[in-house]
């Protein structure tokens, strides 16, 4: 008899420990469980399931998801998930020559022009929240994903160097705070005793992205669209390509240049300007 929904969750569960141990990130372990639970919700359909899995389930997968117009980073998330999973069953083979195309990149993207960061910022303020100010100037001065944010602990930060330490997918990197980023961040820091996770809940746990998505939203923006500020604004300040490449956590140069204007490149000391390409912003 094939195992229905519920009866699978323990072998996803075993492999989102599997994935603890390989030190993947939190957001990317929740991201792999919900596609494979996903994944296996159409398998039951079929009358199969995780445990029986084909190349030719697979595939009839991704045939399934293109016919559901799914976008093709989607897709590639999803696939992504699975050969993780089939590595983990030691069943690479079955993904063995399952080939997704390069996702297309966007070239409409959105920004915030300065008077509009002006406004944003002045409006988070004057609300008072200060874990919500704090948010708010680390997404759009360091540009880091939403659910880098979540991920953040208090170990990542270095205030006396004004530095943001992130971590993803195994890797680290480092960004200047602007000295407003820095200040919000220490004034929201000393008002909740949380030991570990930097932004919480009323309850004391974790943020979640949605939480996060959902403030932005009264303010009429988006994750995206502040971390997309942070890339053109470094661009328009002729800070090179690979500087906010590794600034950003973005490997492929291409998807930098979508920001480039008639600038000219030079090498600056990135915390200098960070703090001048934030300066115009509302103080205090």
């Known amino acids: 008899m094939k195992k229905n929904s519920t009866e699978a969750i323990p072998l996803i569960l075993d492999f989102c420990h599997w994935l603890e141990e390989q030190k993947k990130s939190p957001s990317t372990i929740s991201t792999y469980k919900r596609e494979l639970l996903r994944y296996q919700e159409w398998l039951q359909g079929k009358n199969s399931d995780i445990y029986h899995l084909t190349k030719t389930d697979i595939e009839d997968y991704i045939i399934y998801l293109e016919e559901q117009k799914k976008s093709l980073s989607t897709i590639d998330k999803t696939v992504g998930a699975i050969r993780t999973f089939v590595k983990f069953l030691k069943k690479p083979e079955l993904t063995f020559g399952i080939e997704i195309k390069a996702v297309e990149k966007n070239k409409d993207f959105e920004t915030m022009s300065l008077m509009e960061c002006d406004t944003l910022l002045n409006e988070v303020k004057e609300d008072g929240d200060l874990r919500n100010i704090a948010i708010v100037y680390v997404l759009l001065h360091t540009g880091i994903r939403v659910s880098e944010l979540c991920s953040l602990n208090r170990s990542n930060i270095d205030l006396a160097a004004n530095e943001l330490i992130v971590k993803r997918n195994e890797e680290e990197r480092i960004i200047p705070l602007s000295a407003d980023a820095r200040d919000h961040l220490q004034s929201y820091l000393q008002s909740h005793e949380s030991e570990e996770a930097i ?19 009264k303010y009429n923006v988006n994750p995206n669209k502040l971390r997309h500020t942070f890339c053109q604004r470094l661009v328009d300040a002729k800070v090179d390509l690979e500087t906010i490449s590794r600034l950003a956590g973005i490997k492929d140069l291409n998807e930098i240049k979508r920001y480039l204007r008639k600038s000219q490149f030079d090498n600056r000391k990135i915390e200098e300007v960070i703090n001048h390409v934030f300066i115009n912003e509302t103080h205090g």
């Open 199 to 217: 932004f919480i809940n009323q309850s004391g746990d974790r943020i979640t992205e949605g939480t996060v998505q959902y403030m932005l939203k």
